[in-house]
Structure formats: structure tokens, C-alpha cells
């Protein structure tokens, strides 16, 4: 079979080629996983290739799903599955979850009920994250601050960002990306819905459902603590942000668990993981699993689909969890790891990464925090990036959150309507 076996003739094997986007700790914790499950048995090769961002790699699979330079697996972003899922080039992972009878009530609830659509699974779970608040302990213990208590609402972090700003010479209180994943997360956290029909899940979506006082408060947080000057602006780049925090520039920011490790790791000073954020009206609900699944490229051959599927088995057994949990700061899919040696050891030294797991569990499971659903997504994200962003760079932020509430029921309609609805 053309592109399955290694050519090197003798005992060959099959070969599964794995397109992902882990880069810096996490692709070194990746590869070190894909070496292990390559020596753990001699019929399966499993060549890990990077393919950059999420958003870079999903493109480059459309372009040549279906063909014989198709991956056997890619790893693609969760908002990314229901245009996985409509390209109609991959073999749902159901088939052999029902062949084999295996069991995936063993893997994390909130996870399965992301990735579980209409009583299927069409990928399998494997690297899932939220966002927590990172912040210097060592700031807040300046400002007189109890690090070991960090701000809860929107409103606690604007007075511990004021308290800061004055206690901590140049140091601002806040800074959030411009991100669309961390408003979805935002939103969720006090029980809105980003899209009408139960967030896409019992209908296809035809409008926006954040268009109410939830996802405007978001915006309107932002405005007060640009107002009062304690907001650090790093638009949409991530690695600025960090940086920033790392520097002490910033005291606090929202970004995903996954970079539990590179922050933990090149601090400075002690780092604090707290919950995500919600207005101090609200109640908290939780959050949405985001990161990402692996998904099978359909057309392949049996050998090489069934390879896959034992590598992904292996991906979600305890040991491998525990390894990748505690090398990133992901979560593991499969609660077992969290007994594992490994993640015991860490957490002496790492306390702060069970505070993503706690958050998590602390979840309610209800439709905002089960997430939305729908092919557009990643295009909502960008015209809430720019509505941020904007707001950052001075607009009303009421007029923006407008605008963006406009232009997503606009992409929504053009969605339905190039595909028939
Ligand atoms: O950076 P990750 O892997 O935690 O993923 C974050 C978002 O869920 C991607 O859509």
C-alpha cells in the first residue's frame, strides 16, 4: 500500500504520519510521547510533523484531504471540528470505538461532552485546555495583597490592578489578548451562550446569543481598566504577552493552561494560576474545553487507520496522560493520570497546575459551558479580535461590541446560506 509502510523492506511497518501544532515545551513533550509509543512495539511508526498554528494547519489538510497526501492523523483546534466533520474526508473515530467496544466513560465527563456530537465521537480527545488567570505573587505581596487569594470578578481584579499600579512602580493590573477563544471563555464562565439554538448543539445556529448584558460587559470591563490606566495593551500576540508578564510589566493576564509550563518555568518570581474571571452581578458556571482533538483521515487503508487508532489509545492511557499533563499543563483526558506518580511528584513542586483541573471540575455542565458548535467559529473569533482590539486602541466599547455582534450575524447568515439553509 503506496505511503503505509517504511519501504525498508524485512518486517515493515506501517506507517502513521501525524500532522500537529504543539511548538515549544509541548512539541518537546510530544515528541518525547511519539519516540516512547515508536520503541513500546515494532509494527507501527508514527512520524510526528509539525504543521504551525491551528489556524495555519486546518487549511493545509482541506487542501489535501481526500488525497494520498492526506495525513493519517492531524490534530485540529475544537472549533475547527464541525468543518472537519462537514469536509467529509475523515473516518469518525465511533467506527472503532464500536468495533472494539472501548470504553470512554474512563475519560474526563466535561471533555466527552465537548467532543461527543449527536451521540458520536468523531475524533479522539487529546490535548484539552481552558484558561486560568496567571499572576506575580510576588507583585501582589508588594501591594499588600493576599497572593495566596487572587481577585475572583471582573471588579475584584480592577482594585487589586489599581492597588498594584500604585504599589509596583510602572506595573499595570491586567492585560487580556485579543483573543476570540478568551471572550467565549468569558462568556461561558457566567452561563452566556455565544449562539442561539442551545449554542448550535440542538439546531444549526442562526444568530449570535451574546448580544445582552453578558458578552457586553465583557467589553465594557476592559474599557474601565484602560480608563484608569491599569490595562496593559498586547493586541492579539500572545508571546508579547507573556513576555510582558515575565518582565513584570503586567501583574495578571488570562491565557490558556497549556502554558502552564513555559510561564511556571521562566518566571522570575512566584507564579499564582487562579480561576477565570466573572462579573461580580454573575454567578460562575465554568468553562468550555478548548485545545484540541486528533482526527483520522478517511480512504486510508485498514492497517494504517487501525495504527492510528492504537496510537491514539496510547495517547489516552493514564501513564502517557500524566507525562503530557504535567510537560505542559494540559489536562489529562483521563483522570487516572492525576493519581499517576508523576503528576503526585509534580504538583509538590507545581501546585499551580491543579488549579486548571479544579476549575474544571468546579464546571457546571450546562449549554454555555458544553461550548458552540458550528463551521463559522473561527471567524466569529477574528471580528472579536478586532472589536477588542479596537477598544484597546481607544473606540467605545459599546459601539464596538455593536459592530462585532453585527458582522458575526452577518458571517452567520453567509454560512448558512453557502450551504443551503
Ligand atoms: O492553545 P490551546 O491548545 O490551549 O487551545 C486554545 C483554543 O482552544 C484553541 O481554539
Known sequence: ACGSSDGTGGDEKTIVTFWH??????????????????ESQDEVQVNAEFQGTYEESLPKFHSVGGTEDAP???QVQEIGSMSMINSGNI????????????????????????????????SMPFNSSTPV????????????????????????????GQTIAEANDGMRGFALQAYGWLFEEL?????????????????LATEVAFDDEKGRSIFKWVERMIEDETFMNYGTNSDNMVAGFLSGEVAMFMQSSAQSRDVIDNAPF?????????????????????????????????????????????????????????????????????????AQDAYVDMPQLQTAVQQLQATTPTVATQGALMDMIPEERKIIETA???????????????????QVNAAIEQANKARGN
Do not use: C
Open 91 to 122: 473516518e469518525p473515530i465511533q467506527r472503532f470505538i464500536d468495533e472494539e467496544e472501548y470504553d470512554m466513560s474512563g475519560l474526563e465527563e466535561n471533555i466527552t461532552n465537548y467532543y461527543n456530537i449527536d451521540g458520536q465521537f468523531y
Open 133 to 160: 488567570m496567571y499572576y506575580n505573587k510576588d507583585a501582589f505581596e508588594a501591594a499588600g495583597l493576599d497572593p495566596e487569594a487572587p481577585p475572583q470578578t471582573y471588579e475584584e481584579i480592577e482594585a487589586a
Open 187 to 203: 462568556l461561558a464562565n457566567q452561563g452566556g451562550h455565544l449562539l442561539n439554538n442551545d449554542n448550535g448543539r440542538s439546531d
Open 21 to 38: 501544532s504543539m511548538g515549544g515545551p509541548a512539541q518537546v513533550a510530544l515528541d518525547q510521547i511519539v519516540s516512547s509509543y515508536n
Open 388 to 406: 477588542l482590539e479596537s477598544v484597546y486602541n481607544g473606540e467605545n466599547a459599546d459601539a464596538a461590541f455593536d459592530e462585532a455582534v453585527n
Open 72 to 74: 493519517t492523523i492531524i
Open 270 to 342: 512566584e507564579v499564582g494560576v487562579g480561576f477565570i474571571p466573572y462579573p461580580e452581578q454573575e454567578e460562575r458556571e465554568g468553562v468550555v474545553i478548548g485545545g484540541a482533538s486528533l482526527w483520522m483521515s478517511a480512504g486510508k487503508e485498514d492497517a494504517e487507520q487501525e495504527a492510528a487508532w492504537d496510537f491514539m489509545k496510547y495517547m489516552a492511557t493514564p501513564e502517557i496522560q500524566a507525562e503530557w499533563h504535567v510537560g505542559t499543563g494540559y489536562f489529562a483526558i483521563n483522570p487516572a493520570a492525576y493519581d499517576e506518580q508523576v
